[in-house]
C-alpha cells in the first residue's frame, strides 16, 4: 500500500475496515459474505476471477494515487492551500488521502455531509454553503463548543440568511462565533452568491451585528460563470479579489489572524491560480483557499475535456479512475446487444459512458471495444449499437468510461480500488 493510503491520524477510519460485505454492496463477492471490508482487502482478490459480480465499479488505485499528488503539486507550486470538495467522492478514505496529500481541510455542500466529515474526526471543513437550517445550526454549535479545535467556515449570501443563522445559534447558546465568508455570486442569472458588490458590503454589515458570526473573508465559485470561457472566469476572479481587499480597507477583517479567499473547482483552477497570485498584501495573511474535487477520480468524459490541464500541460496530467464492468446478457441481433449496467450504476447527467475495453469470457483477454457504442441506459441495461467489426457475444464484460465523478460515486457505497493487473488492493465506501 502507498503511504497515503494508510489511516494515519483519523482513528474513527480504522472502523471503515471492519464493516462486514454482504448484500449491501452492489458488486462484491457473495462467497465474501461476512468478512470484514479489511480482511477482504487483505485477499488481495482478482476483480476478474475473484467472484465479484456484474455490473461492478471499479476505481484505478494508480490513477487516484497520481491525481492526489498531481493536485498537491499543483496547489503547492502555486501557493494555494487546498479544501477538496469532499461531495464528489464522499468517501472519509480518500478525504483523509486528500488530508495526507497537504489539503488544509475538507470542503462539503451540505450539513449532512459535514456530519459525515465530523464522524471520521475531520476538523476542518469550508461548507460551501449558506447555512440557514436551525436543526443543523444546533448541531454545529455543540460541535464547535465540544471540539476547540474543530474550524468551521461557510458562505453568507443574504441579510436574511445571517438573520437565520444568528438567531439559530443564540437559541442554541453558541459558544464561539461561526466564521462565515460573503459568497460572491457568479455573474447574472448564476447560482448562488450575492450579485453586486453593495449588497455584498450589506451582508458583511449584518454579519458585523451578529455577535453569533465572525466575517472571515470572500468566496465564491467560478464554475457557474455564466457562457465560462477563460476571459469572463478570469475578470469574475478578479473582482472577487478586489471584494477581499476593499472589504479589508473597510477594516471587515480586523482582528484576524488569516483572511480566506476562495473559489475554484476542476474546470478553471489555473484562471484561481493566475489571479490569486495577484491578491494584493492585506492586513492578515491570506488563505486562498482552492476547491476542487472532481479531480480525484477525474473522467473520461466533461472533465477531460474541460480540464485546466489541457490548457497548461506542462503542469501535468490528470488520469481518469473510473471503469465500470457490465456484461452482455443479450446480444439478440448483430446491431444490438445489452449489458446489466444501466442508470443505477452509471453517470449519465452530462454523457453516456463510453465503451473501451471487452474482457472475452471464453480466455479472460482483453480487447479496444471496438464498434461499439452505447447509445443509451435504462435502468438496469445499457443499450449497445455494434458494428460489423464488433466483436463480442453474451458473457463478455465490457469496461466503460463515465463522464461526471460526482454522479458516478454516489451509485456505488464500497467502491473497489483496484490496480493495473486487476488485484483489489482495497475498498472505499462512500455515504451519500
Ligand atoms: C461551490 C463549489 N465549489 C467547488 C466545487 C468543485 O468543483 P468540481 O466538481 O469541478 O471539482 C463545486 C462543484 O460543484 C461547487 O459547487
Redo the contacts with the bound molecule.
Keep these: 500500500m502507498a503511504a497515503d493510503n494508510a489511516v494515519g491520524q483519523h482513528t474513527e477510519l480504522t472502523q471503515l475496515a471492519d464493516e462486514r460485505v454482504d448484500f449491501r454492496f452492489k458488486g462484491l463477492p457473495p462467497d465474501a459474505d461476512g468478512l470484514t471490508v479489511g480482511e477482504l482487502a487483505a485477499q488481495g482478490r482478482n476483480l476478474f476471477t475473484g467472484g465479484f459480480t456484474t455490473p461492478v465499479l471499479a476505481l484505478s488505485a494508480e490513477c487516484v494515487a497520481h491525481n492526489l499528488a498531481l493536485m498537491e503539486t499543483y496547489s503547492t507550486r502555486h501557493g494555494l492551500a487546498f479544501a ?2 469532499g ?2 467522492s464522499m468517501a472519509p478514505e480518500l478525504f483523509a488521502r486528500q488530508e495526507r496529500h497537504g489539503a488544509w481541510g475538507i ?1 462539503l ?1 451540505v450539513p449532512h455531509q459535514v456530519r459525515v466529515a465530523r464522524a471520521h474526526g475531520f476538523r476542518r471543513i469550508f461548507l ?2 449558506e447555512l440557514v437550517d436551525a436543526a443543523a445550526l444546533r448541531w454545529l454549535a455543540a460541535e464547535l463548543t465540544a471540539d476547540p479545535e474543530f474550524r468551521f467556515v461557510c458562505y453568507v449570501d443574504s441579510e436574511r440568511g445571517v438573520e437565520l443563522m444568528d438567531a439559530a445559534l443564540r437559541e442554541a447558546g453558541a459558544t464561539r462565533p461561526v466564521d462565515v465568508v460573503v459568497e460572491l455570486g457568479a455573474g447574472d442569472g448564476a ?2 452568491g450575492v450579485r453586486t458588490e453593495a449588497e455584498c458590503a450589506a451582508v458583511a454589515d449584518a454579519v458585523a451585528t451578529a455577535p453569533t458570526l465572525r466575517l472571515t473573508g470572500v ?3 467560478e ?2 460563470v455564466p457562457q465560462a470561457d477563460p476571459e469572463r472566469v478570469h475578470a469574475w476572479l478578479r473582482r472577487l479579489v478586489a471584494l477581499a481587499a476593499e472589504f479589508d480597507k473597510a477594516g471587515r477583517f480586523a482582528g484576524l489572524d488569516e483572511i480566506v479567499v476562495s ?5 478553471w483552477f489555473d484562471a484561481v491560480a493566475d489571479v490569486f497570485a495577484e491578491i494584493p498584501e492585506l492586513s492578515a495573511p491570506v488563505l486562498k483557499l482552492l ?5 480525484v477520480s477525474h473522467d473520461d468524459g466533461h ?1 477531460k475535456e ?1 480540464t485546466p490541464f489541457n490548457r497548461v500541460p506542462e503542469e501535468g496530467t490528470l488520469q481518469p479512475a473510473f471503469r465500470l464492468w457490465a456484461q452482455v446478457v443479450s446480444r439478440p441481433n448483430p446491431e444490438q446487444a445489452f449489458t446489466n449496467a444501466g442508470k443505477r450504476d452509471a453517470a449519465y447527467d452530462l454523457h453516456l459512458p463510453a465503451a473501451q475495453v471487452v474482457r472475452d469470457a471464453r480466455d479472460g483477454s482483453q480487447r479496444p471495444a471496438t464498434g461499439i457504442e452505447v447509445t443509451g441506459l435504462s435502468d438496469q441495461h445499457a443499450w449497445l449499437r455494434t458494428s460489423p467489426e464488433a466483436d463480442l457475444e453474451v458473457g463478455d464484460w465490457v469496461g466503460m468510461g463515465l463522464s461526471h ?2 454522479t458516478s460515486f454516489d451509485k456505488w457505497q464500497l467502491i473497489p480500488l483496484v490496480e493495473a493487473d486487476g488485484t483489489v488492493t482495497d475498498y472505499i465506501r462512500t455515504y451519500f
Design positions: 477538496p470538495h461531495k464528489t470542503t455542500a460551501a454553503n447560482r448562488t468566496a465564491g465559485y464554475g457557474e473559489a475554484g473547482g476542476s474546470a476547491r476542487s474535487g472532481a479531480y472533465y474541460l465523478p460526482c
